[in-house]
């Protein structure tokens, strides 16, 4: 993974470690946003599923980056789509509310 921020605030906050099996949902689109969660490993796939049954694939993230960051930032109160592990995976859980506070000492 190519590293686009040399010093992200966001990698030095501290939260839960959590392992998903292959499949486990992290969370579904609606659910309250409450954390962000930084992928120490594994793959994990974000997507949107509409009423015809048709699911769209919005990325597939893996080591390093962040889920549910984007949508945080920008101050929504649920994610906007769901998440689930395509690999075992181990991510770092992080409050919401420490996001915001590391995000408003760096403006």
Aim: glycine content about 8%.
């Amino acid at each position: 993974m190519r590293k686009i921020c040399s010093n992200c605030i966001y990698e030095k906050l501290e939260g839960q470690i959590i392992s998903c099996k292959e499949g486990d949902t992290l969370f579904l689109e609606g659910d309250d946003l409450n954390y962000v969660y930084q992928i120490e490993n594994g793959l994990i796939k974000v997507s949107k599923t509409f009423p015809s049954g048709e699911e769209r694939i919005f990325d597939i993230l893996g080591s390093g980056d962040f889920v549910g960051l984007v949508s945080a930032l920008k101050d929504d109160t649920r994610y906007i789509a769901s998440s689930s592990a395509l690999t075992e995976v181990r991510v770092l859980k992080i409050k919401l509310h420490d996001i915001k506070k590391a995000y408003d000492s760096d403006v």
